[in-house]
């Protein structure tokens, strides 16, 4: 009994210590997972803010360094964690910076200047080293991570470098928004770590100090993250998950992400279980000490009377009486026999009572073992089922967890058979969970163009580990059940399991994000009076025009036109109706020429007109007339009925002679020779030469 009880005790022993360490260990490698995607998707942000910068016109321009100023500081105020951004020219100069720092310096050796002259750069951790003394000063030192890249003006010429130094708290408001709330309560440290070894965040002890951990060395080869128990230089046992940035190729820092729990801690609760255990055998063994003893004496109390009666006869008392005792079956027989048998035989008495002793003990060894390993299997049986019911309930809180999760959830096997499928999935693709579970996921939400690339890339992950999907976040497009396919955002994971891989995959419908992001890009380049094309997307336009017009060996026009004495209208009879006459003079443009052609409102009563794939110079001035003809009809306004006029300046290009003009001079070409004909007169087509311009 005593080996039985030992042995389920080291036996349950060593199963909640290995479900306790996997337990620990999967904890801190999703929080080291999370870490690095929090690092790398804030990266990403600082990034796109950077790509936008450097697009913007006035940036590219480069002119109006005040207003250059004020974007820089109004990026700076959205985002803090931006401790300097700033614009240098080709030769190293700083042009224009938030706040002015810098300005007129050189930063031509910084390593941020001159790899961003050639294209989208990335500083690592490093001290701050011009700006120390100009930034505000703060308990800890400077610490910058960099980001720059090359500004281009409007006809592509590199015109200086942007850079972004990105404050050190940046990391460290990440780690205490993820980590810091479990640090405190549960011990739990994060490090973020450079390639060569340094500690860049972590504890105070650690930072700016190199390590050389197995965790550390094992992050730099993982791909996926992992988890292990190792002990640290300073002599302590830690449970330690660990993972490493770098795995979407928009991320170009490569930092270890290290999170460590005490071992001590991690397993404080499996030790309390431990104790407890401990003491509840120990109890069951005092109890079953005391309930020996109390039978014991029961069954051995009326063998007692017995031998009391018989040692009294064999002292020569014969007046007294032996005992019949009907306790149990056994002593009943011997007393019984012993009435009957007394007076004949002394020795053959002698050897029953032997023979009695010898079956009382017996029946009493054999009744307490029996009893004992009943209630050693009962308390087996009771833990059993008590660990079972704990994994029945974990099992049924995670299926609620994604049966309610916002994202839909699907699982399916390294065969590409589903298994789980989540009522989120069931309203984003149409299936119902019992018409998706066992079917191949390809052949459900994969469209048929993108399944070939599909099942390579399952090939190659299940060959050699490598993927481009797994513990990314894409966009691509979903098979709905009715057929059509819709824009999803799918982030892939995988477990590894003893009989191969579970593929774990949350979407979430993209559609209403992309349809804002067209519809931004559509009301940055229309004007919202007229709803014609923006002086934005005219500057776009009108160089894609000159370019189709030299491939065509085609000659290409343009008007630049104004409404004669608007400010006139606008006086007398109001903005409202000054905005309705610009409204119709808009739809007569729209109506005076074809739809290959491009009307566009730059600025006021300001209009351009871009004519393609004409024969003759003549077919330009034709235009305008009919413009002129269209603009001479009275316009008929709610208050009012105006009559009006325009002056229009044509500039012709000819890209076989004229290949070497730019957008700005065609413009200025016809610009000058709107004022000419305002000059001879006004409501007249004037046609600009190259010389003008």
Avoid: C
Wanted: no cysteine; hydrophobic share 45%; aromatic share 6%.
């Amino acid at each position: 009994m005593l080996i039985t009880t030992v042995s389920v005790l080291i036996l349950v022993d060593q199963f909640t210590r290995g479900y306790a360490r996997s337990e620990a260990e999967m904890r801190l490698k999703q929080l080291a997972w999370q870490m690095q995607d929090a690092l790398e998707r804030s990266m990403t942000e600082r990034q796109i803010d950077l790509r936008i910068l450097v697009a913007r016109p006035s940036i590219r321009e480069g002119k109006d360094l005040p207003h250059m100023r004020d974007v820089l500081n109004e990026l700076q105020a959205n985002v803090p964690n931006y401790a300097w951004i700033g614009m240098a020219a080709p030769d190293g100069t700083v042009l224009v910076a938030t706040n002015g720092l810098l300005e007129g310096q050189s930063v031509a050796e910084r390593p941020w200047f001159k790899e961003g002259q050639r294209n989208f750069y990335s500083a690592d951790y490093h001290p701050a080293m011009l700006l120390e003394q100009k930034l505000p000063q703060q308990q800890e030192p400077w610490r910058f991570v960099d980001i720059s890249s090359p500004v281009l003006d409007m006809q592509g010429r590199f015109v200086g470098v942007m850079g972004m130094h990105l404050s050190w708290t940046w990391a460290r408001e990440i780690a205490a928004k993820l980590i810091d709330p479990a640090g405190e309560r549960y011990g739990v440290e994060v490090m973020i770590v450079r390639s060569d070894g340094t500690v860049m965040l972590g504890p105070k002890a650690l930072e700016e100090k190199k390590i050389d951990t197995d965790s550390f060395r094992a992050s730099q080869k993982s791909k996926g993250g992992g988890a292990m128990l190792e002990r640290w230089p300073d002599g302590s046992r830690y449970i330690t998950g660990f993972s490493h940035t770098g795995q979407d190729e928009r991320m170009m820092l490569k930092w270890s992400v290290i999170v460590r729990q005490p071992e001590h801690v991690a397993l404080d609760a499996f030790h309390s279980l431990e104790r407890r255990v401990i003491l509840v055998g120990a109890l069951i063994g005092a109890v079953l000490v005391i309930l020996a003893y109390v039978l014991t004496r029961r069954l051995v109390g009326p063998v007692n009377d017995l031998s009391a009666a018989l040692e009294l006869r064999t002292s020569g008392v014969q007046d007294v009486q032996i005992p019949l005792v009907n306790s149990y079956r056994e002593v009943q027989l011997l007393s019984s026999s012993l009435v009957n048998m007394v007076e004949r035989e002394e020795t053959y008495l002698r050897e029953m009572r032997t023979l009695n002793e010898n079956l009382e003990q017996r029946v009493a060894e054999r009744t307490s073992r029996l009893h004992e390993t009943a209630i050693a299997l009962q308390q087996s049986l009771d833990l059993q089922h008590a660990n079972q019911i704990k994994l029945a309930e974990s099992a049924d809180e995670l299926r609620a967890i994604l049966e309610n999760a916002q994202d839909a959830f699907i699982a399916a096997d390294e065969q590409g058979v589903i298994v789980e499928w989540n009522r989120q999935a069931e309203l984003l693709l149409g299936w119902m969970r019992t018409e998706a579970v066992g079917r191949q996921m390809a052949e459900l939400i994969i469209p048929l163009d993108m399944r070939d690339a599909h099942h390579r890339g399952m090939k190659e992950f299940l060959e050699n580990g490598t993927s481009v999907v797994i513990n990314n976040r894409i966009e691509l497009q979903a098979l709905h059940h009715d057929g059509h396919e819709l824009p999803v955002e799918i982030t892939v994971g995988h477990v590894k399991r003893h009989s191969g891989h579970l593929f774990i995959a949350f979407l979430h419908d993209i559609t209403e994000r992309l349809a804002f992001r067209d519809q931004m890009r559509e009301l940055a380049l229309t004007d919202m009076l007229t709803n014609l094309p923006n002086r934005r997307a005219f500057s776009d336009r009108l160089p894609e025009a000159m370019m189709r017009a030299r491939r065509a060996h085609e000659l290409m026009a343009l008007f630049f036109m104004d409404i004669d004495g608007f400010k006139g209208v606008n006086d007398r009879y109001g903005h409202e109706a000054g905005d309705e006459l610009l409204i119709q003079f808009a739809q007569r443009l729209l109506n005076s020429v074809r739809d290959v052609d491009t009307v566009s409102r730059l600025a006021g009563d300001e209009f351009v007109v871009i004519l393609e794939k004409l024969q003759t110079q003549q077919d330009a001035i034709n235009v305008a007339d009919k413009i002129l003809n269209a603009i001479r009809v009275p316009f008929e306004l709610t208050h009012s009925r105006i009559n009006v006029s325009s002056s229009i300046g044509v500039a012709v290009y000819l890209p076989d002679e004229d290949g070497e003009i730019g957008p700005e001079e065609l413009l200025a070409m016809a610009d000058k020779a709107m004022y000419a004909a305002k000059r001879r007169g006004k409501n007249r087509v004037e046609v600009g030469k190259i010389t003008d311009a």
